[in-house]
């Protein structure tokens, strides 16, 4: 529910705010504004989900997220037209955002037992992403038949109700959190050198910073949906649910069916082909040609999740994950957000098409990169191996 509703507000925000102003750097406020605040409080978040209820602290977390989307209720039946309410909003959200994210990461091992776990990553992200399917579709639709007042609403529901289901998730597997030693800053700095300490941790995680932030094309489908393929907000929910479908897919087969070998390399190749499906999205005019690259990106994009999800649970204990998580959460936060607004200062700069197809080649070239500089992630056969990886 949580994500439906996120998944919801992200396609009616972008579109009411490229609809209010006509201009792409818009598009970029809209990721910065998100990403700003949750670049400030990451630090505190990791360091109080290790030392307190990670439940509680998820289901406060979508409470304000519940707020917020209130909030963007209230500014679409009685704002005045600009956009300035709109991003004050998406600040807030972004302060919810730091603390969901690495809670609902490292709430995870504390459900299942640890030989499900990379079964129950595949699982989990698979259940999300089918939110994402419905979500954008449906926010689209709903935007092109009612407006804002509509989706928002629907938002504020489902946030409220994600709030109260929660209350439910049982923790059989959480072990009891330590006493507090030295300061935050000394705890969080003590993540940090865990982190560095493991390669395998940071080249996961920075592979998906750079791979997203500079070739992610999501913030630029308003303008595709609107310029290059004529499909109106309808159109543009569908393009958001392409690469939930694929994601979806490719999340079903792996929690039926999950794989334990040779998971370093095959998450590099998953990153490579994500980049080429952008690539022809970037390229191509028609809905139908536009609609099945994205797909296949939100299926190599999936499998990269989990191995990226399963090698960062695998290798963290579970005192330090959400330290470890708020770090990862920042490096994702920084690949969609700040790759929102990378992507809407490129299409102002360059063109939306010359900025799409070098994102994609940007995607390539980190493949490489990584490929070469993290030997030791290039070589992992089995999830077990990365506990010991050094």
């Known amino acids: 529910m949580a994500v439906f509703a996120t998944q919801v507000q992200a396609v009616v925000v972008a579109w009411q705010v490229y609809d209010l102003t006509r201009d792409p750097l818009a598009l970029a406020y809209v990721g910065l504004a998100q990403f700003l605040p949750m670049l400030c409080l990451l630090l505190p978040a990791g360091d109080l989900i290790d030392r307190f209820n990670r439940r509680a602290i998820l289901r406060a977390s979508w409470a304000a997220g519940a707020l917020c989307s209130a909030g963007l209720w209230w500014l679409s039946g009685h704002g005045d037209g600009g956009v300035t309410g709109v991003y004050a909003v998406l600040v807030l959200f972004g302060c919810a955002r ?61 946030f409220a109700l994600a709030t109260g289901l929660l209350a439910r998730v049982a923790t059989a597997h959480a072990s009891p ?29 920075s592979l998906d910073l750079f791979a997203v932030l500079l070739g992610g094309v999501v913030a630029l489908l308003p303008i595709y949906a609107s310029e290059v393929l004529h499909v109106g907000p309808a159109g543009l929910g569908a393009l958001r649910s392409a690469l939930a479908v694929g994601e979806v897919g490719a999340g079903l087969y792996l929690s039926m069916r999950p794989f334990n070998r040779k998971v370093g390399p095959t998450m590099f190749v998953a990153v490579a ?19 099945a690259a994205l797909l296949v990106a939100g299926a190599a994009d999936m499998v990269s999740v989990y191995i990226r999800g399963a090698l960062v649970q695998f290798s963290t204990p579970d005192h330090m994950r959400g330290r470890v998580n708020a770090v990862n959460m920042l490096f994702i936060g920084s690949s969609n957000e700040l790759g929102e607004f990378r992507a809407g200062t490129s299409a102002a700069w360059l063109g939306v098409v010359p900025a799409a197809v070098l994102g994609g080649l940007c995607t390539l070239g980190v493949v490489g990169g990584w490929t070469w500089g993290f030997k030791q992630l290039r070589s992992v056969d089995r999830f077990e191996e990365a506990a010991q990886g050094h």
Do not use: D, H, K
Not at 112 to 122: N, T, W, Y
Not at 147 to 153: D, I, K, V, W
Not at 189 to 200: D, K, N, V
């Open 98 to 158: 730091a603390f969901s994210g690495p809670a609902l990461q490292s709430l995870l091992p504390q459900v299942v037992p640890r030989e499900q776990l990379a079964q129950a990553i595949a699982a989990n992200s698979m259940l999300m992403r089918a939110a994402s399917i419905g979500g954008p579709l449906l926010g689209g639709l709903l935007y092109a038949l009612g407006g804002g007042e509509l989706t928002f609403a629907l938002c504020f529901a489902c």
């Open 177 to 205: 959190s330590g006493p507090a030693t030295g300061s935050m800053w000394e705890r969080f700095g003590a993540g940090i050198r865990f982190i560095r300490s493991r390669p395998i941790i940071l080249g996961t995680i």
């Open 273 to 291: 082909v994500f980049g080429v499906a952008n690539l022809l999205f970037a390229v191509s005019t028609w809905f139908w040609l536009s609609f």
